[in-house]
Protein backbone atom coordinates (compact mmCIF):
# COMPACT_ATOMS: atom_id res chain seq x y z
CA UNK A 1 0.00 0.00 0.00
CA UNK A 2 1.32 3.33 -0.78
CA UNK A 3 1.54 6.11 1.21
CA UNK A 4 0.11 9.39 0.33
CA UNK A 5 2.92 12.08 1.01
CA UNK A 6 1.61 15.23 2.89
CA UNK A 7 4.09 18.19 2.36
CA UNK A 8 2.27 20.47 4.86
CA UNK A 9 2.54 17.98 7.69
CA UNK A 10 6.60 16.85 6.60
CA UNK A 11 7.10 20.48 7.17
CA UNK A 12 5.54 21.09 10.17
CA UNK A 13 7.74 17.69 11.37
CA UNK A 14 11.16 19.08 10.56
CA UNK A 15 9.97 22.38 11.78
CA UNK A 16 9.28 20.79 15.08
CA UNK A 17 12.53 18.78 15.07
CA UNK A 18 14.51 21.42 14.32
CA UNK A 19 13.04 23.35 17.60
CA UNK A 20 11.30 26.35 15.19
CA UNK A 21 8.10 27.82 15.91
CA UNK A 22 5.79 29.19 13.40
CA UNK A 23 6.30 32.82 13.96
CA UNK A 24 10.23 32.36 13.26
CA UNK A 25 9.65 30.77 9.95
CA UNK A 26 7.68 33.44 9.46
CA UNK A 27 9.69 35.73 9.91
CA UNK A 28 12.42 33.60 8.35
CA UNK A 29 9.87 33.86 5.08
CA UNK A 30 9.58 37.10 5.23
CA UNK A 31 6.98 39.80 5.81
CA UNK A 32 3.94 38.04 3.77
CA UNK A 33 4.33 35.62 6.42
CA UNK A 34 2.63 35.19 9.55
CA UNK A 35 2.14 32.54 12.20
CA UNK A 36 -1.45 31.82 10.88
CA UNK A 37 -0.28 31.74 7.48
CA UNK A 38 2.97 29.02 8.33
CA UNK A 39 -0.29 27.27 10.23
CA UNK A 40 -2.41 26.90 7.01
CA UNK A 41 0.77 25.99 4.90
CA UNK A 42 1.24 23.16 7.26
CA UNK A 43 -2.53 21.82 6.92
CA UNK A 44 -1.42 21.32 2.52
CA UNK A 45 -1.04 18.09 1.29
CA UNK A 46 0.74 19.57 -1.99
CA UNK A 47 3.06 22.48 -1.09
CA UNK A 48 3.93 25.22 -4.34
CA UNK A 49 7.40 24.31 -5.37
CA UNK A 50 8.33 28.06 -5.02
CA UNK A 51 7.36 28.06 -1.45
CA UNK A 52 8.49 24.55 -1.01
CA UNK A 53 12.01 26.25 -1.70
CA UNK A 54 12.00 29.18 0.37
CA UNK A 55 10.87 26.94 3.59
CA UNK A 56 13.74 24.55 2.17
CA UNK A 57 16.41 27.64 2.40
CA UNK A 58 14.74 28.43 5.79
CA UNK A 59 15.39 25.20 7.32
CA UNK A 60 17.94 24.22 5.45
CA UNK A 61 16.64 21.15 4.93
CA UNK A 62 16.42 19.78 0.90
CA UNK A 63 13.18 20.24 -0.88
CA UNK A 64 13.47 16.46 -1.37
CA UNK A 65 12.47 15.62 2.32
CA UNK A 66 9.49 17.73 2.07
CA UNK A 67 8.22 15.54 -1.08
CA UNK A 68 9.17 12.06 0.53
CA UNK A 69 9.38 12.04 4.10
CA UNK A 70 10.17 9.15 6.36
CA UNK A 71 11.43 9.59 10.34
CA UNK A 72 14.50 7.36 9.51
CA UNK A 73 15.49 9.46 6.75
CA UNK A 74 14.49 13.01 8.58
CA UNK A 75 17.24 11.71 11.19
CA UNK A 76 19.99 11.27 8.96
CA UNK A 77 19.03 14.56 7.04
CA UNK A 78 19.47 16.55 9.76
CA UNK A 79 22.48 14.58 10.93
CA UNK A 80 24.30 14.94 7.72
CA UNK A 81 23.83 18.60 7.42
CA UNK A 82 25.55 19.51 10.53
CA UNK A 83 28.33 16.46 9.93
CA UNK A 84 29.49 17.92 6.21
CA UNK A 85 31.81 20.06 6.46
CA UNK A 86 31.82 20.55 10.31
CA UNK A 87 35.65 20.07 10.25
CA UNK A 88 38.76 19.97 7.69
CA UNK A 89 39.31 16.49 6.24
CA UNK A 90 42.74 15.80 7.37
CA UNK A 91 43.17 12.42 6.54
CA UNK A 92 42.51 11.12 10.09
CA UNK A 93 39.33 11.10 12.12
CA UNK A 94 38.95 13.77 14.84
CA UNK A 95 39.13 12.82 18.69
CA UNK A 96 35.78 14.77 19.46
CA UNK A 97 32.15 14.54 18.43
CA UNK A 98 29.34 17.33 18.86
CA UNK A 99 26.45 15.48 18.63
CA UNK A 100 24.50 17.13 15.66
CA UNK A 101 21.34 17.38 16.90
CA UNK A 102 22.69 19.71 20.33
CA UNK A 103 24.56 21.61 17.69
CA UNK A 104 21.51 21.92 15.90
CA UNK A 105 19.18 23.05 18.83
CA UNK A 106 21.94 25.73 19.92
CA UNK A 107 22.19 27.53 16.60
CA UNK A 108 17.94 27.67 16.81
CA UNK A 109 18.38 28.64 20.72
CA UNK A 110 20.29 31.66 19.22
CA UNK A 111 18.03 32.66 16.27
CA UNK A 112 14.97 32.15 19.08
CA UNK A 113 16.92 34.45 21.51
CA UNK A 114 17.31 37.27 18.87
CA UNK A 115 13.76 37.07 17.73
CA UNK A 116 12.97 37.45 21.21
CA UNK A 117 15.40 40.69 22.00
CA UNK A 118 14.01 41.96 18.15
CA UNK A 119 10.48 41.99 19.70
CA UNK A 120 11.46 43.50 22.82
CA UNK A 121 12.80 46.00 21.20
CA UNK A 122 10.15 46.56 18.75
CA UNK A 123 7.84 46.40 22.07
CA UNK A 124 9.86 49.39 23.65
CA UNK A 125 10.12 51.36 20.53
CA UNK A 126 6.49 51.35 20.22
CA UNK A 127 5.87 51.95 23.86
CA UNK A 128 7.99 55.10 23.95
CA UNK A 129 6.30 56.21 20.02
CA UNK A 130 2.89 56.22 22.03
CA UNK A 131 4.56 58.22 24.73
CA UNK A 132 5.53 60.70 22.29
CA UNK A 133 1.96 60.50 20.39
CA UNK A 134 0.36 60.92 23.91
CA UNK A 135 2.19 64.33 25.03
Not at 81 to 100: E, I, M, R, Y
Not at 118 to 134: G, P, Q, T, V
Amino acid sequence: MEQKIHQGRNVKRFREMLGIKQEALAFDLGEDWNQKKISMLEQKDVIEDNILRQISNALKIPVEAFENFDEEQAVNIISNTFDNGAFLNTGHSPTFNVNPIEKLIKIHEEKIALYERMLKEKDEMMARLEKLINK
